[in-house]
């Protein structure tokens, strides 16, 4: 007699918020569990210092907490800007290309018009620059993959590359000082370009930029035409077509839009937090954004605690690898432990697993 499996899978139709929300609470408190295990293991420190430590990292005072939101607001930004490409199928990995182009037109107007143009008026010119340099590195491999159906993951993926070279060639031009190759802050002492403090607050216009970015694609998505189309065309290409859809127009609408969201984050990195660039301007913050974006279903209120837990986490393992004397690479490898934690999450929220009942 052929025995059945002890458990079995299945996918599950539907799961109430408060059992999607205790799943997310439960594989980031075992991944803090098996993070306090990996530090102990290495340096034999108590667990609960090493807790205490994430929390100081990211919120252990008035700076580190600024520091914190200013970087949730930049993830946030790219995650909101990758949210229509990839809820419509297209597999946009070239966000940190489109950051770095975004960040380098705005540096470029930071260079050449700083001392002879009104702030207000370099900022808005640096804004749109920004967002046509994304549009246009978010377009050029649409229009290939509209006209020639090329495969977009690589090309955009390949198109982050010609962008750390573009910046590259651009710092030769820039350097401060020079032979440093690096351009240093810029207009550190007139601060022309720089997003105005407010209130006392140096981020004020990144939290008000990205509040309201937050709102509109979140209302964009879910109730304009082009967001109804934007799923249809996710869902299935051949339905669209037959709904009466022009699914090129559609993608490369969604994909302007993604880029041009992607640049402006790289606007408001140069113009609001960095005050430079470098070829290390997006950091990884591209590819991190797709697992907020995915894990948050596209959803841009969503994503607001997405990217805040991994910005916390991010710097808890940060602030513990220097704590306990550690290098750069053991902060990466407890981010590593608990984002690998936090993606299993989504497959209990995908699936469920039953224990089989006895048969005779």
């Known amino acids: 007699m052929k025995k059945e499996p002890f458990f079995r899978m299945s996918k599950r139709e539907s799961i109430s918020l408060w059992k999607e ?56 930004c790219i995650g909101i800007g990758l949210a229509p490409a990839f809820k419509m199928r297209f597999w946009n990995i070239g966000a940190e290309g489109q950051i770095l182009m975004g960040g380098v037109a705005a540096a470029a107007l930071m260079i050449n018009l700083g001392d002879t143009v009104p702030n207000v008026l370099l900022i808005l010119l640096m804004l749109v620059a920004a967002i046509a340099a994304g549009m246009l590195w978010g377009l050029i491999p649409t229009v290939f993959k509209a006209y020639w159906n090329t495969n977009e993951t690589l090309f955009t993926l390949m198109l982050n590359y010609v962008a750390m070279q573009v910046v590259t060639y651009c710092i030769i031009f820039w350097e401060n ?52 189309e934007v799923a249809v065309v996710g869902e299935s290409e051949r339905t669209a077509r037959y709904a009466g859809i022009n699914v090129k127009k559609v993608m490369l609408s969604t994909m302007a839009l993604s880029g041009a969201i992607c640049g402006l984050a790289g606007f408001i990195i140069v113009s609001g937090s960095g005050h430079t660039i470098s070829t290390s301007t997006a950091d990884g913050r591209g590819f991190t954004a797709i697992i907020v974006a995915w894990l948050a279903r596209f959803n841009s209120f969503a994503m607001v605690l997405i990217a805040f837990g991994i910005v916390f986490m991010e710097k808890g393992a940060i602030q513990i690898a220097s704590q306990y004397g550690l290098n750069e690479e053991a902060s990466d490898v407890l981010l590593g432990i608990i984002l690998f934690f936090i993606l299993g999450a989504e497959f209990f929220i995908r699936y469920k697993v039953e224990r089989n009942g006895n048969k005779k």
């Open 21 to 76: 929300a205790l799943i997310y609470v439960i594989s980031v408190f075992l991944a803090l569990i098996v993070c306090a295990g990996v530090i102990y293991a290495l340096v034999q420190m108590n667990p609960i210092d090493v807790y205490k430590a994430i929390f100081d990292g990211a919120l252990g005072s008035k700076r580190r907490i600024w520091i914190t939101v200013r970087d949730t607001l930049t993830l946030l």
């Open 177 to 228: 000082p020079k032979g440093s190759n690096s351009v240093g802050i810029i207009n550190q002492t007139t601060r022309a370009g720089w997003l105005p403090e407010m209130f006392g607050n140096d981020y004020f216009w990144n939290i008000v930029i990205v509040a309201a970015l937050t709102i509109f694609m979140f209302v964009y998505l879910r109730y304009s035409k082009h967001g109804y």
